[in-house]
């Protein structure tokens, strides 16, 4: 059995991950769109996003699956 500061430090690295990788994502769209068309969309909103969305997007996705399975 775990303990509730292993349980909470395992909640946050998976949140952490889920959010690196939406700010990857949302990073390299960024770029992309920046060379072929020569406009910048990247900004501390967008960034600000992917962080909020990263812990939302996984309680989204313990539910779905919760509810597949």
Known sequence: MESEGT?????????LIIIIILVFTYWLLGFIILKLFNKEIRNEKGYTACIVGGFILKIALINLLKNLG
Do not use: C, G, V
């Open 7 to 15: 349980a909470r430090f395992k909640t946050l690295l998976e949140s």
